[in-house]
């Protein structure tokens, strides 16, 4: 009876782990979210790059891009939301948009379009991976296996 | 007339060992009395760094005080409790799971790992009556071993890496150092606190304190009575009815979970992972914290974890620059606390030894008294 | 039926072997032994691999054969190690800091390091002595404290060889000092053999033999089988009035002046002195290689050195070459540290009846 009631008990704590760790799985998930403020021209269709946006992501301005630049923030989660403040010529008047997506759960590093975004493209226009270019290293980088401190400091 | 002696030499004994047991602490604070004012480090920066470092490691010197009340000593093995820790991270960090649910995801990952490496440790201990602690001490270097042939050959080959960016060039092994920047001083941040100048890592301290209030009730729970029991005699337990090899390998096991959890919380206060030395050194460091607070092989509190951090890494943060302002060579100092670090385990391990002794050959005495006392009558 | 009873004859004529000879000592020997058949089919040169192994041997016999006096007083594996290799190189340093060279260098680094070791040698014989049963933890922790001391005292002591102190700063010693010149294989070059590409450094293993055999020699006076009492049963011998504490104490300086020799012969068949923290480990390899041997925490013998030397080594030679040419893949440190500490550890799991 009461290794029943053990067993029973093992079983749900390990089944809330299991549900704790997928929960985490999808909420800890992390992006690098990368901000184009570029032209681009899809089909025909030109979407303008204004003169500069300002993004806010949690009421903090993570860039400010001129026409041309790119910025990045990390992000932790699918669901993402940032302010965006546009400033369409230089002198004009800041115009606020607020924007809210998902991001596609796979893609480690994410390239937003914001001209193409704003101007109402699809998601298969604005949205592109980044994909890292392959950092050019020495082939062999020495590991050094030991049993041994080095040198026992580390600790700092 | 027997009697009164008795209690005379109870009473000095007392007062003896009160201050033989305060005198690594007194030391202590000696050395630090002495090194700070030369060390010319302004008092905010001390007071910043030893709260850090009270955050970064009181958690995984915690993990030590179970199997020292199971009276298995000082558990040389929670550097396998860190390896596991070590490999949830570097998992995680693949899956790019980032900040706090990250962390709890590792926590998860290396709980299995640590339980399992624990029922090694603990079984192979219970084969070691009476040398616990060198066999531990050698099973932490065993499992390197082993945990390098993870890490080094298997992840990337068998178990699936993505990233170039922890993984080796070669294709197989991961990279000397793994960085945790998403990961970076989360948990120390979450609840933003700082009281003049200092930072204070707020929910780390909440999650010390959970764990201190956890030891608290441990003891008092029917496991926590008997591993007392079985520190203090085993065959006396077993004759109570206590399952001493069950009891011992849990004390082993629970240390070793504790100790993953508490690299996890080291690491994301570090920023990065040195995949092949950071545990290494993390057992003697603890070790060494541990009973500068004043505790013993077989004697261990709360307070001397927090004690011992304090003092010990005062010590650790002052001895360079003191060194340096003495000698001229700041490697000196370097030296001088390493130095000074395993010679207050060497000093700690012998006092446990004499003490032993001596108690083994005063309880022979007595029984001698009374046998003669016997006969007389 | 009649099968069944040769097979079973058979099966206990094994088990007596693994008995005898333990079961991982078997599996090491099976090892190095098909390493051995391996190495021509992957391309490595037997003879050169054979030399190598001799070598190895050569240069670190003497410290696994500072184990055995240790062992038998019942004071355990001699992790305390570092302590008798930092008298030898306090006498090395001293040596070449007097401005001796050559073969002569060699002598006078024995005859400085002797002194140490006997004073440092009596201190922890001492120490051990008060901590009976719980030797080798506090053994290992005496070597690391005095490893660490000494990485001060490298930089604080007044020597003054160009040869030795760092070019820049003019003082301090460096981490390693070339021997060249010195007492590099000094030892190795007395009665050479070589044969093609097979080489043996006949000197090295004779100055080993003269050791050994006044060990074993040693083992078989009056002192030495007191001191084998002391060991395998503490209370018999106080009570045949054997002074325990001094069988201790002598063993455990013998001890560590066979390891002050030792470093000094492994430093001429390396060709250098490595300073500060390279004494640290050296305690683990000849541990596990006197374990190998089939030596316990409480029994070894010298036969128990050389096959445990001649098989730890040879398994640390073998395998890099080996895995390297057949799978391109360099396990050997990781195996290495596994089997080592695995060794221990199966020898400290043992039940040994000797064991306070």
Not at chain 2, 176 to 190: A, F, G, P
Not at chain 3, 251 to 270: D, H, K, N, P, R
């Amino acid at each position: 009876m009461k290794s029943k009631k053990t067993l029973l008990i093992r079983i749900i704590s390990i089944a809330v782990l299991i549900a704790i760790a997928a929960a985490m799985f999808v909420i800890g998930r992390g992006h690098t979210v990368y901000f184009d403020n570029k032209d681009l021209e899809v089909d025909g269709t030109v979407y303008e790059a204004p003169y500069q946006i300002e993004v806010f992501v949690n009421d903090e301005s993570v860039a400010k891009l001129k026409s041309g630049d790119r910025g990045m923030v990390s992000t932790m989660g699918q669901d993402f939301s940032m302010v965006l403040h546009i400033t369409p010529e230089k002198d004009a008047k800041k115009v606020g948009s607020a924007v809210a997506l998902k991001l596609p759960y796979n893609l480690d590093g994410i390239i937003l379009n914001l001209p193409a975004l704003l101007g109402g493209a699809g998601e298969d226009v604005y949205l592109e991976e980044f994909i890292p270019a392959p950092v050019v290293e020495d082939a062999d980088e020495e590991v050094i296996v030991t049993d041994e401190f080095e040198m026992p400091m580390g600790d700092e | 007339m027997s009697k009164k002696t008795g209690t005379k030499t109870i009473q000095k004994g007392k007062v003896g060992a009160f201050l033989q047991r305060s005198s690594v602490p007194i030391l202590f604070i000696l050395i630090c009395a002495v090194c700070i004012p030369m060390a010319g480090l302004s008092p905010s920066y001390l007071i910043n760094e030893i709260v850090t470092r009270m955050g970064r490691n009181a958690f995984l010197i915690l993990s030590l005080l179970i199997p020292i009340m199971a009276g298995m000593g000082l558990n040389f093995g929670m550097t396998l409790g860190a390896m596991a820790g070590e490999i949830g991270l570097i998992l995680v960090s693949d899956w790019q799971i980032v900040g706090i649910p990250g962390m709890v995801l590792a926590m998860i990952i290396s709980v299995p790992i640590s339980i399992l490496l624990g029922l090694f440790c603990g079984k192979i201990l219970n084969m070691a009556k009476g040398r616990e602690m060198i066999t531990s001490y050698i099973i932490s270097y065993f499992i390197n071993g082993v945990y390098q042939l993870v890490v080094l050959y298997l992840m990337g080959s068998i178990i699936p890496i993505k990233h170039s960016s922890i993984k080796l060039p070669r294709g197989y092994g991961i990279r000397n150092t793994v960085s945790l920047l998403e990961m970076r001083q989360k948990l120390d941040n979450l609840i933003p606190l700082t009281i003049g100048g200092v930072k204070i890592p707020v929910m780390t301290f909440i999650i010390i304190g959970i764990l201190c209030l956890v030891i608290i009730w441990f003891r008092r729970t029917k496991l926590g009575q008997d591993m007392r029991a079985v520190g203090q005699d085993m065959e006396v337990a077993r004759d109570a009815g206590i399952n001493v090899e069950r009891t011992r390998i849990l004390s082993i096991i629970i240390s070793t979970v504790l100790a993953g959890i508490g690299m996890i919380i080291y690491l994301q206060n570090m920023g990065n992972i040195a995949t092949y030395s950071s545990h290494s050194q993390i057992g003697m460091f603890c070790i060494a914290a541990l009973l500068v607070g004043g505790a013993s092989v077989d004697k261990a509190s709360i307070g001397n974890v927090f004690l011992g951090v304090i003092l010990f890494h005062l010590m650790f943060i002052v001895a360079p620059r003191a060194g340096a302002a003495i000698t001229g060579d700041s490697m000196i100092g370097e030296y001088f606390r390493v130095f000074v670090s395993y010679a207050v385990i060497t000093v700690a391990l012998v006092m446990y030894e004499t003490n032993k002794r001596k108690a083994k050959s005063m309880e022979s005495e007595q029984l001698k008294q009374e046998q003669l006392e016997e006969e007389n009558k | 039926m009649n099968e069944k009873a040769i097979n079973k004859k058979e099966k206990s004529w094994f088990g007596k072997l693994v008995e005898s000879y333990g079961l991982p000592r078997l599996i090491i020997t099976a090892f190095l032994l098909l390493l051995l058949i391996l190495a021509p089919f992957v391309g490595a040169d037997l003879p050169t691999q054979v030399s190598n192994i001799i070598a190895r041997f050569s240069w670190n016999g003497i410290l696994v054969l500072a184990m055995v006096p240790m062992v038998h007083s019942g004071c355990g594996l001699n992790f305390g190690l570092p302590l008798g290799i930092i008298s030898g190189l306090l006498g090395a340093t001293m040596s070449i800091e007097f401005g001796f060279t050559g073969p002569l260098s060699f002598v006078m680094a024995i005859l400085i390091a002797t002194p140490f070791a006997l004073v440092l040698g009596t201190v922890y014989g001492w120490l051990l002595n008060k901590i009976k049963g719980g030797e080798m933890m506090i053994a290992t922790y005496v070597g690391f404290s005095s490893v660490s001391l000494m990485c001060m005292m490298w930089l604080i002591l007044p020597y003054k060889s160009p040869n030795m102190v760092w070019g820049l700063s003019g003082k301090g010693l460096r981490t390693t000092i070339s021997l060249e010149g010195y007492y590099n294989e000094v030892l190795a070059n007395f009665l050479r053999i070589r044969i093609g590409n097979l080489d043996i450094p006949v000197g090295t293993l004779l100055f080993f033999t003269v050791l050994a055999l006044g060990i074993w020699a040693f083992l078989h006076t009056k002192t030495g089988t007191a001191m084998t009492a002391v060991g395998s049963n503490p209370t018999f011998a106080r009570a045949a009035g054997i002074n325990v504490d001094k069988m201790r104490l002598l063993s455990v300086v013998m001890s560590t002046w066979l390891a002050a020799v030792g470093i000094l012969v492994y430093e001429q068949g390396f060709g250098f002195v490595q300073l500060y923290m390279a004494p640290f480990y050296m305690a683990l390899p000849a541990v596990s290689a006197i374990l190998i041997g089939g030596a316990t925490v409480n029994k070894a013998t010298i036969m128990n050195v050389i096959i445990g030397t001649i098989l730890f080594q040879g398994i640390v030679t073998m395998t890099p070459t080996v895995m390297n040419n057949m799978i391109h893949m360099d396990m050997s440190e990781v195996i290495r540290i596994i089997v080592s500490n695995g060794m221990i550890l199966y020898a400290l799991t043992r039940k040994t009846e000797g064991a306070k």
